[in-house]
């Protein structure tokens, strides 16, 4: 009898999946680079210099944020499961922080660029200073977590978001109250796309223990309501004080907004299917594959929120 050989499924797996991730690395990047001028088509809003740039690196540095706190918050998640494994999934709170103080700095070469300033001079300005801070902040967030104490990280990524928030809110109108609003908005969304990046890499590191990685994703599941909840009031408090009724359909700004909330609708509703997979009897494999899709629908609005901090403040269109 003349062998054969089975079929290399196992093979085939990873490539398809190495395929489909650079695809939609692809796409993001498409994304942020023509975002901005798609939603600011027949508004009459100035053309922002070098937005796709600025789109790309504050996605990177939203994203470096959203790691290195979901890998914060992960510890104490971990040590309540009871018969757990002991080992973790290698961290990846070093280089994202590494990411984000160089998106940061890119940030600021941009902005030298396109102000003709020197980089001295472009650290005087308010954007510039901030930026250097925010860079510091995820540099010394970088060294904590390489360092045997790794949680003292929790200080500099706080600067970190300060200063971004600050820098998100140069307005005249209530700049204190945005910020603020901006604080806790970018902490929550961290801790929800973060948290569930780390939980689903420990839920994989953990296959051989299905009952700890169910019990790992059910904790998160109701942690996750308070992040939840805190994007959704600040989220629609910003709305309703950045953004003018008028002007929702006609700036870029309004049209960026609602991407973003249908969006959130369609996180909601798969958030909603990862949880009802999970109350079922079972392994977890099938909760985990829709926490999966629960994940990449949350990094889309990551880039959405990114064109949202590029694209024309909406009030000047609204009072012309």
């Not at 109701?222 to 929702?248: F, I, N």
């Amino acid at each position: 009898m003349i062998p054969t050989r089975a079929p290399a499924t196992g093979r085939r797996r990873p490539r398809t999946a190495a395929l489909v991730v650079a695809g939609a690395a692809l796409c993001a990047v498409a994304a942020a680079l023509l975002g901005t001028d798609a939603v600011g088509r027949g508004t009459g809003e100035l053309r922002i210099p070098g937005a796709g740039t600025a789109v790309l690196l504050r996605t990177a540095l939203f994203a470096a944020l959203a790691v290195h706190i979901g890998a914060l918050a992960l510890g104490p998640l971990v040590r309540s499961v009871p018969g757990r494994p002991r080992t973790l999934p290698p961290s990846w709170a070093v280089a994202a922080s590494a990411v984000g103080a160089l998106a940061a700095a890119g940030q600021i070469v941009r902005l030298a660029r396109i102000s003709g300033l020197g980089l001295v001079e472009t650290y005087g300005t308010r954007e510039g200073g901030l930026l250097l801070l925010v860079a510091n902040g995820f540099a010394l967030a970088a060294c904590c977590a390489a360092s045997r104490r790794p949680a003292l990280a929790a200080a500099p990524l706080a600067l970190a978001v300060g200063a971004e928030a600050l820098r998100a809110h140069p307005e005249a109108y209530t700049p204190l109250v945005g910020t603020a609003l901006t604080v806790v908005h970018l902490t929550a969304a961290s801790l929800w796309a973060g948290g569930l990046l780390q939980v689903l890499r420990t839920m994989r590191h953990w296959r051989t223990a299905p009952a700890a990685a169910r019990a790992l994703l059910g904790r998160y599941a109701r942690l996750a309501v308070w992040p939840y909840a805190a994007l959704a009031v600040t989220g629609t408090c910003s709305a309703l004080r950045r953004l003018p009724a008028e002007v929702v359909f006609t700036s870029a700004y309004g049209r960026t907004l609602l991407a973003k909330l249908a969006l959130m609708a369609v996180v909601s509703v798969l958030a909603l299917a990862a949880r009802r997979r999970l109350a079922r009897d079972g392994g977890p494999e099938g909760a985990r594959r829709a926490a999966l899709r629960e994940g990449a629908a949350l990094g889309a609005v990551v880039l959405v929120s990114a064109v949202l901090t590029v694209v024309p403040d909406p009030h000047w269109i609204a009072t012309r």
